[in-house]
């Protein structure tokens, strides 16, 4: 998951609804899980969350896609666009990152290594 928002009218919640009444506490959370995919989940809310006017437990959503929470309708780009400029706006050193990259899959492969030769067992018959 790459960033997630928490929605509801608790004060330090990520997007706070509190103009609306039926609005639950911790009504949904909405988690980025690609570049263009979002998972949108209730919290078992008492005024429930709806996409295209159907209660939803959980239902995947697209940047162009609009919910409803409560009586409050939202649209998934104008809660995630900040997010988007953010990670766009921040320089990326490429170098950097590839021997970070580098070091993890180093430490991996000797997991892996270390992994395997732990579980071979050798059995010679007739000896």
């Not at 990152?97 to 059995?123: G, H, M, N, P, V």
């Amino acid at each position: 998951m790459l960033k997630q928002w928490k929605i509801g009218r608790k004060p330090d919640y990520d997007l706070v609804i509190s103009t609306d009444p039926y609005v639950s506490r911790y009504h949904a959370v909405l988690a980025q899980i690609s570049d263009n995919a979002y998972l949108l989940e209730d919290n078992g809310s008492t005024a429930g969350t709806y996409v295209e006017g159907v209660k939803i437990a959980r239902a995947l959503l697209t940047l162009p896609d609009s919910f409803t929470i409560s009586n409050t309708v939202l649209k998934v780009q104008d809660i995630v666009k900040p997010a988007l400029k953010s990670a766009q706006a921040s320089e990326v050193n490429m170098k950097e990152e590839f021997l970070k990259l580098e070091t993890i899959l180093s430490a991996y492969d000797r997991f892996q290594s270390f992994t395997i030769a732990a579980t071979i067992t050798i059995t010679v018959a007739g000896v």
